[in-house]
T-cell receptor, first 111, second 115 residues
Framework: KQEVTQIPAALSVPEGENLVLNCSFT??????LQWFRQDPGKGLTSLLLIQSSQREQTSGRLNASLDKSSGRSTLYIAASQPGDSATYLCASGDSSYKLIFGSGTRLLVRP | GAVVSQHPSWVICKSGTSVKIECRSLDFQATTMFWYRQFPKQSLMLMAT?????????EQGVEKDKFLINHASLTLSTLTVTSAHPEDSSFYIC???????????FGQGTRLTVV
């Protein structure tokens, strides 16, 4: 059974810092790996999707990498801003479209 | 704009009553939709897979008689929490994929509070 773990659980950084969020998964037979953002009490916003054949994806200040063999993905946020404060979730996707989520990293970017 | 719409965004109900939550795909047909539940400060847990025209598939530990799922059309799935109790209070959110290996689209979520 797939298990997805995220570390750290919480992170507080000053504005402008570059940061890395980590995601690990136990079963490397994934179809894709997705990163989401969730604001308090709100739904999910898809940030990046990495297909199993890819190693990374980039969108603006965000870069996500995938290493299937080691069961790891990282989300890199460059030049963090207070507006980046949110919970970041990673999720592994299988062949039946199901997503298994990690417990999330709560990010606070201090002005 | 949103491609998956969920309604209502929040609901308060009395213990013992039933609550229906709707999930609609706005500009595409979704033969499959997913229902997740999120307790405070926890991650999303898959409850069930909603299949258009057939019975839903429930994850282990989810009571199918309590959480009724109907996927009557290619754009609408509903989740009915029957005989709700305070422990059912949670954030319920639906998802609809367009195709495999494309991003999953999520509804806005429904905050259910049972008093």
């Amino acid at each position: 059974k797939q298990e997805v773990t995220q570390i750290p659980a919480a992170l507080s950084v000053p504005e402008g810092e570059n940061l890395v969020l980590n995601c690990s998964f136990t079963d490397s037979a994934i179809y894709n790996l997705q990163w989401f953002r969730q604001d308090p009490g709100k739904g999910l916003t898809s940030l990046l999707l990495i297909q199993s054949s890819q190693r990374e994806q980039t969108s603006g200040r965000l870069n996500a990498s995938l290493d299937k063999s080691s069961g790891r993905s990282t989300l890199y946020i460059a030049a963090s801003q207070p507006g980046d404060s949110a919970t970041y979730l990673c999720a592994s996707g299988d062949s039946s479209y199901k997503l298994i989520f990690g417990s999330g990293t709560r990010l606070l970017v201090r002005p | 704009g949103a491609v998956v719409s969920q309604h209502p965004s929040w609901v308060i109900c009395k213990s013992g009553t039933s609550v229906k939550i709707e999930c609609r795909s706005l500009d595409f047909q979704a033969t499959t939709m997913f229902w997740y539940r999120q307790f405070p400060k926890q991650s999303l847990m898959l409850m069930a897979t909603s299949n258009e025209g057939s019975k839903a598939t429930y994850e282990q530990g989810v009571e199918k008689d309590k959480f009724l799922i109907n996927h009557a059309s290619l754009t609408l799935s509903t989740l009915t929490v029957t005989s709700a109790h305070p422990e059912d209070s949670s954030f319920y959110i639906c998802s609809a994929p367009r195709t495999l290996n494309t991003e999953a689209f999520f509804g806005q979520g429904t905050r259910l509070t049972v008093v």
